[in-house]
């Protein structure tokens, strides 16, 4: 034993492992102290702890899993995971208000009062969108599968009737509304609406979402499901909006209302659409 322990490199070379001498000179070394690493590793191999309380399983409700996607930094963005990182969305869309992508790409809503000045204007806006769209779809609509709602129920027809001292048709009534009738009512109730809205006449808590009288079904009294329906109407009143877009330029384009084109799609896909339109094969009614 002591020739072996005396000839440490005939034994390396015994077992095929060379070694240096460098292998050997922590020979001497210092036992651990109580500051060294190796003692921190020893103790907290060997050491007693007391067991951890085991962690109480949270499970989140439906309501809260659906925020989730719609509020706070896991959010959902304007574009996949792959396409945009998260630390390229402006550090002042948080995800606390409704429909927050993440998207400005001018940076108008940086300043406090700007953004929400801006998500002011672009409720009402959906809101006005929505009402519209569904105003210049469901006379024609009616119109066209039975039901009297005058000869031109397309909307910039209605328009164009009242400009010439007519009066509105609906269901075979005639309604004793004139022009400036028209126009009246418009300043009167709608101005007076907005007057209360800038001054908060009514001394709503959210003049943006004021719930109570204007929620006479009860449908947003839950907290998590009026944060989901305020999703779901900026999303719907954006999409009105671009829907308010396309019936104007389909209303200059092809001269009739949005029912009517759908319609003439719907028979025949391939003779009646953007590109037949844009290339002339689909006849232009000169109305506008």
Avoid at 12 to 18: A, F, I, K, Q, Y
Avoid at 130 to 152: D, Q, R, S, T, Y
Avoid at 263 to 276: A, C, E, M, R
Wanted: hydrophobic share 40%; aromatic share 10%; with cysteine.
């Amino acid at each position: 034993m002591a020739s072996l322990a005396t000839s440490p490199v005939g034994m390396s070379e015994l077992l095929g492992t060379p070694l240096s001498k460098s292998n050997f000179s922590g020979a001497a070394r210092s036992a651990p102290t109580a500051t060294t690493p190796a003692t921190f590793k020893t103790v907290a191999l060997f050491g007693k702890k007391k067991a951890a309380p085991p962690k109480a399983k949270v499970v989140a409700a439906p309501e809260s899993d659906e925020l989730a996607k719609w509020y706070g930094p896991e959010r959902r963005i304007y574009l996949p995971s792959g396409l945009l990182d998260r630390s390229e969305i402006p550090e002042y869309l948080t995800g606390e208000v409704p429909g927050d992508y993440g998207y400005d790409p001018f940076g108008l809503s940086k300043k406090p009062e700007n953004f929400s000045k801006y998500q002011a204007y672009e409720l009402i806006h959906a809101r006005w969108a929505m009402l519209g769209a569904a105003g210049f779809i469901i006379p024609e609509a009616f119109n066209k599968f039975g039901a009297n709602c005058g000869p031109e129920a397309v909307w910039f027809k209605t328009g164009a009737l009242l400009l010439d001292g007519n009066t509105l048709n609906y269901f075979g009534k005639s309604i004793p509304i004139n022009l400036v009738v028209a126009v009246v009512a418009e300043i009167v109730l709608l101005g007076g609406a907005e007057y209360y809205r800038l001054t908060n006449g009514l001394d709503l808590e959210d003049k943006l979402h004021p719930g109570g009288p204007f929620d006479p079904l009860g449908l947003a009294k839950d907290p998590d499901q009026a944060a989901l329906l305020k999703v779901k109407e900026i999303k719907n009143g954006r999409l009105a909006m671009f829907s308010m877009l396309g019936f104007f330029i389909q209303a200059y384009v092809t001269g009739e209302g949005p029912v009517e084109n759908l319609s003439k799609h719907l028979s025949d896909p391939f003779g009646n659409n953007l590109l037949t339109v844009i290339s002339g094969n689909v006849e232009r009614a000169p109305t506008l």
